[in-house]
C-alpha cells in the first residue's frame, strides 16, 4: 500500500476515525458510517475508530451504534461518558452516565466475542 502524505512526512501513527456523515434525516446529528469503516479496514492498514456519541448525538443510540461498528471491524470506540450528562456544560444529549460504564464496556466486550474479536 503507498504511504500517505503524513507518513512520508515522519509520522506513521496514524488512527483514523468514522464520526459520521451527513443525512436528510433530522433524528441524528449523523449517519454513522459502518460501511466506510468496512471499507477502510479492508483497503487500508490504519486502525479505525468509531464515535458513536458524536454520530447519533443521542445517549440511546450510542450502545447500539457502537455494536454495529464492532460488526463493521472498528479498532476502538470513542464513547463520551460524564458523571451527571444533565448538568454537562456541552453535548449532554450524548453522554453516557458514568455509572453505566462496566455495563457499556460489558455488552461491547460480548458484541466482540460474538464475533471472535476481543474489546480489552
Known amino acids: 500500500m503507498q504511504q500517505s502524505i503524513i507518513e512520508q512526512r ?26 466506510a469503516i468496512a471499507f477502510v479496514k479492508h483497503t487500508s492498514r490504519y486502525p479505525v475508530l468509531a464515535d458513536p456519541s458524536h454520530a447519533t448525538v443521542r445517549s440511546d443510540l450510542v450502545l447500539p451504534a457502537a455494536r454495529v461498528a464492532i460488526g463493521a471491524g472498528t479498532d476502538g470506540l470513542l464513547v463520551e461518558f460524564h458523571a451527571d450528562p444533565d448538568s454537562a456544560l456541552s453535548d449532554g444529549e450524548q453522554l453516557l452516565a458514568l455509572d453505566t460504564l462496566p455495563e457499556f464496556f460489558q455488552e461491547v466486550s460480548r458484541a466482540a466475542g460474538a464475533m471472535g474479536r476481543s474489546f480489552a
Not at 515522519?10 to 460501511?35: H, K, M, Q, W, Y
Open 10 to 35: 515522519g509520522n506513521p501513527n496514524i488512527i483514523l476515525s468514522e464520526r459520521g456523515i451527513r443525512s436528510f434525516d433530522a433524528s441524528t446529528r449523523n449517519v454513522l458510517d459502518t460501511s
